[in-house]
């Protein structure tokens, strides 16, 4: 557990030397910290992004939860606006569209939610459906509405119409 809490410290500490290393030294890419937070996600959530370009190189499971929302590394780097960690997820072919399970947001509604305008745009640059709602039936654009975010109402009223 050392070892696998070494990764997660790696990250954090935005040290891509020490993360090559213990990649090298066959740390698993994939483990989950005593919290149960993974490094992708951390590494997301944090925008370390050559960091987060290691661990997919080291072929990292896009697949992997959060332990609190179960959200993926996208819904991580859109709620922190980590426009640049975005897009690098989105050219590995993270899942662009997953809901959490808890609020059923996806990225897209993440980035509204924070109000992050450049995250959003790559978000949908990406390919993500805005009109998927969330549980309390809010599709992105209602958010943008209802938190009073007028570029990003702007923007996705926008991609709404060109549909």
Same mark, same amino acid.
């Given at each position: =557990? +050392?070892?696998?809490? =070494?990764?997660?410290?790696?990250?954090?500490?935005?040290?891509?030397?020490?993360?090559? +290393?213990?990649?090298?030294?066959?740390?698993?890419?994939?483990?989950? !910290?005593?919290?149960?937070?993974?490094?992708?996600?951390?590494?997301?959530?944090?925008? #370390?992004?050559?960091? @987060?370009?290691?661990?997919?190189?080291?072929?990292? !499971?896009?697949?992997?939860?959060?332990?609190?929302? +179960?959200?993926?590394?996208?819904?991580?780097?859109?709620?922190?606006?980590?426009?640049?960690?975005?897009?690098?997820?989105?050219? #590995?072919?993270?899942?662009?569209?997953?809901?959490?399970?808890?609020?059923?947001?996806?990225?897209? #509604?993440?980035?509204?939610?924070?109000?992050? @305008? %450049?995250?959003?745009?790559?978000?949908?640059?990406?390919?993500?459906?805005?009109?998927?709602?969330?549980?309390?039936?809010?599709?992105?654009?209602?958010?943008?509405?209802?938190?009073? #975010?007028? %570029?990003?109402?702007?923007?996705?009223?926008?991609?709404?119409?060109?549909?």
């Amino acid at each position: =557990s +050392r070892r696998m809490s =070494s990764l997660m410290a790696a990250v954090k500490a935005n040290d891509p030397a020490l993360v090559s +290393r213990l990649l090298a030294d066959g740390v698993s890419v994939d483990a989950a !910290d005593a919290a149960g937070d993974r490094p992708l996600i951390m590494a997301a959530y944090l925008g #370390h992004t050559e960091v @987060l370009e290691q661990l997919l190189a080291a072929g990292a !499971d896009l697949t992997v939860l959060d332990p609190g929302m +179960r959200a993926t590394a996208l819904h991580a780097a859109a709620y922190a606006g980590r426009t640049e960690a975005a897009g690098v997820l989105i050219d #590995h072919g993270i899942a662009i569209n997953q809901q959490g399970p808890v609020n059923g947001y996806t990225a897209l #509604h993440d980035a509204v939610w924070q109000n992050h @305008l %450049a995250t959003a745009r790559v978000i949908l640059a990406g390919g993500a459906d805005p009109s998927i709602c969330a549980r309390d039936g809010q599709t992105p654009l209602d958010l943008a509405r209802s938190k009073g #975010h007028p %570029a990003l109402v702007s923007l996705l009223e926008t991609v709404v119409a060109t549909g």
